[in-house]
């Protein structure tokens, strides 16, 4: 069964650091770009940033944030573990959210399979 | 960045209407526009593609339409398990955006 599995949230103090995996099975993480999307309490969805996928030829991989992240949040992949991570450094109060990870489908595409999201809080 | 506008924010219907949300890109995104829907609690679902592209196993009272800058998700006749959020997206740029959301309500 394809899947993903989000694990690693809690609670963190502001200007500390939580890191975020995200267990992929069924299919291989490095072949597909791989994303982060999260979503503030009764609020909507905000998509966080994009690795994008090796693939068999061993392309090289691009990433992408959004503007709110950039310079504090981390995308990385260990194709070994077939896992995703988000490494959040010096986060905020606004960064309080479920945080989903997400398969692109194709080069560029619609998110077609997502995780259950796992909660972070940023709180002293 | 595109940013992408939803209307209405909240929508009030009955089982059996005709429900159409609107969703407006800043600059042409082609055909490269899902929609979502989310329930909550949970994660989004994949619902229409490529603007007017049906998931599988999504039901055909489900339709997407449109190109360019306007795009509109329509459900032919509303569904009491259709009560829900529902967002768009663009995918013309690795900087993906939703969005705000449309929250469909029991009239």
């Known amino acids: 069964e394809v899947q993903l599995v989000e694990s690693g949230g809690g609670l963190v103090k502001p200007g500390g650091s939580l890191r975020l995996s995200c267990a992929a099975s069924?299919?291989?993480?490095?072949?597909?770009?791989m994303n982060w999307v999260r979503q503030s309490p009764g609020k909507g969805l905000e998509w966080v940033s994009v690795?994008?996928?090796?693939?068999?030829?061993?392309?090289?991989?691009?990433?992408y944030y959004a503007d709110s992240v950039r310079g504090r949040f981390a995308i990385s992949r260990d194709n070994a573990k077939n896992s995703l991570y988000l490494q959040m450094n010096s986060p905020r109060a606004e960064d309080t959210a479920v945080y989903f990870c997400?398969?692109?489908?194709?080069?560029?595409?619609?998110?077609?399979?997502w995780g259950q999201g796992t909660m972070v809080t940023v709180s002293s | 960045d595109i940013q992408m506008t939803q209307s209405p924010s909240t929508l009030s219907a009955s089982v059996g209407d005709r429900v159409t949300i609107t969703c407006r890109a800043s600059?042409?995104?082609?055909?490269?526009l899902a929609w979502y829907q989310q329930k909550p609690g949970k994660a989004p679902k994949l619902l229409i593609y490529?603007?007017?592209s049906l998931e599988s196993g999504v039901p055909s009272r489900f339709s997407g339409s449109g190109s360019g800058t306007e795009f509109t998700l329509t459900i032919s006749s509303l569904q009491p398990d259709d009560f829900a959020s529902y967002y768009c997206?663009?995918?013309?740029?690795?900087?993906?955006?939703f969005g705000q959301g449309t929250k469909v309500e029991i009239k």
């Open positions: 490529k603007a007017s």
């Open positions: 690795i994008t996928g090796s693939g068999a030829s061993g392309r090289s991989t691009s990433i």
């Open positions: 600059q042409s995104i082609s055909n490269w």
């Open positions: 997206q663009h995918y013309n740029t690795y900087l993906r955006t």
């Open positions: 069924g299919f291989s993480l490095s072949d597909n770009n």
């Open positions: 997400a398969r692109d489908r194709g080069s560029l595409g619609a998110f077609d399979i």
